[in-house]
Every structure is written in structure tokens, then in C-alpha cells.
């Protein structure tokens, strides 16, 4: 039996340092409309017509392309705003990995502000069970750019709308304040979670 997914809620109930609670929240509303839209598009893909499929154009294609998209913009999202809220400070036995796979803290976090920069979508610092470490990947899109087999640890959302309300086009400044509000706690236990590293 199918269930919905659930929305999480948004835990940040004032300003961060550099990062606004009105750019926020007008941000976590298209969280929550991945999520409906997650569901509305699993619900169409079991009524829908499945004779039609076909490569080109069908109405049951357009549904299997859009649920990758949907499901990725929710999963995505529900890290990002997870993991802000912090007070920055990097902590636990991700540094630790961060350090052993990138050499040092610096060196991660200035090839994660250059993914962020590259990307159209996302920069994500995860863990690739391919080759048992860690990588910024970027994505130019929720379902453009997304790894296999790999887990999202750290997720620097840089679409325009995560911070064209607070900085306009200035995408470095604000990648500046993501960090600062960073939750390593949160990073952490998904770390734990999947027991990565391990
Ligand atoms: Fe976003």
C-alpha cells in the first residue's frame, strides 16, 4: 500500500546571520509544493494510461520524468533547510572525513563554494558507496546532475530563488552565509544514519 509522503516542517523561526526568515520562508513554500506535487504525480503515474508510453511525448513519459525532478527537489530541499539554522562551527566525524578524502577543511569548502558557483542547481558534498569517499557533486537541475549511489550530506541549495531576495545576484555572498548558518550536528547524523565511513 502507497502512502503520501509527509512535508516536514520548517524549524528556522527568525533570522539567520545573513540569510532572512521572509527569503525562507517564501523558499520552504516550493519545498512544500515538491512534496505535493510528489505525491499528486505517483497517485496520476498508477491511473495513467500506460499504453501511451513512449520516448517522445506521452502523457505517462511526462509523469515518469517529472517524478524524478519532484521527488529530488523534496529530498534535496529537506536537507538544505535541515541543516540551517546553526551556528557554522564544523564539528564530528564528518571533518574528520572531509579531511582524510580532501585533504583539509579548507580545501573541501573551497571546491564546494566553486560547485556552487558552477552549478544551475545544487552543490552536494556526499558519500559515493562506488568509491567509498567523499564528493562535491554539482547539479544543474533536482533531477540534472544527481549520483547514484550516493548520499547527500551537505546541500548548498544555489538556484536564484534560495537567495536573489537577500543578495540580488550576489550568489558568493550568499554561499558566505550558508556556511555560516550551517548545522554540523544535522550533517552528522547522517553520517551516523547510514553509517558512512564505516
Ligand atoms: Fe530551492
Known sequence: M????????LKINKDLDGITKKMLDEHFKLYQGY??????IQK?????????????????????????????????HEIYFGHLGGDGVPKGDLVKMIEKDFGSLDIWKEDMIVTGLCARGWAVLAYDYRDNRLHNYGADAHNIGAVWGAIPIIVLDVYEHAYFIDYGVNRKDYINSFFKNLDWDFANKIVEEYKLGK
Open 2 to 9: 502507497d502512502q503520501d509522503y509527509l512535508p516536514h516542517e
Open 35 to 40: 512534496v505535493k506535487k510528489s505525491n499528486e
Open 44 to 76: 496520476k503515474i498508477k491511473e495513467a494510461d500506460k499504453s501511451e508510453a513512449n520516448a517522445s511525448y506521452s502523457f505517462i513519459g511526462e509523469l515518469k520524468r517529472q517524478e524524478t525532478f519532484s521527488v529530488n527537489g523534496m529530498k534535496l
